[in-house]
């Protein structure tokens, strides 16, 4: 089991940048692969970016593509998501979550979820 926890979220202007944190606790967290997913207000919960566990492939959705990327360090336990220039349009509660699945673009394959973290993007 894995227990998450997402930092690093808050208000950002256009042309700005974020990155959102999220630590791990136990020894098996380098095991899993690691998503990003993001939730708007009458939204449903959408896929954003996710790392496998070794870090070697990433995954993005076509609407963040090139602008956030995905990293991980697995001896800090701690996955990260960096948003260079978020839009307004990206403004959501932001969680990670983890699984030992191999579809990890689709958020019904994740066991473990954060409780979230705000990011608000303004024009």
């Known amino acids: 089991q894995v227990q998450l926890v997402e930092s690093g979220g808050g208000l950002v202007q256009a042309g700005g940048s974020l990155r959102l944190s999220c630590a791990g606790s136990?020894?098996?967290?380098?095991?899993?692969?690691m998503g990003w997913f993001r939730q708007a207000p009458g939204k449903e919960r959408e896929f954003v970016a996710a790392?496998?566990?070794?870090?070697?492939?990433?995954y993005y959705a076509d609407s963040v593509k090139g602008r956030f990327t995905i990293s991980r360090d697995n001896a800090k336990n701690t996955v990260y998501l960096q948003m260079i220039s978020p839009k307004p349009e990206d403004t959501a509660v932001y969680y990670c979550?983890?699984?030992?699945?191999?579809?990890?673009?689709?958020?019904?394959?994740?066991?473990?979820w954060g409780q979230g973290t705000q990011v608000t993007a303004s024009s």
């Open positions: 136990g020894r098996t967290f380098s095991l899993y692969a």
């Open positions: 979550a983890a699984t030992t699945r191999i579809r990890v673009t689709r958020r019904e394959s994740y066991d473990y």
């Open positions: 790392i496998t566990w070794s870090g070697g492939r990433t």
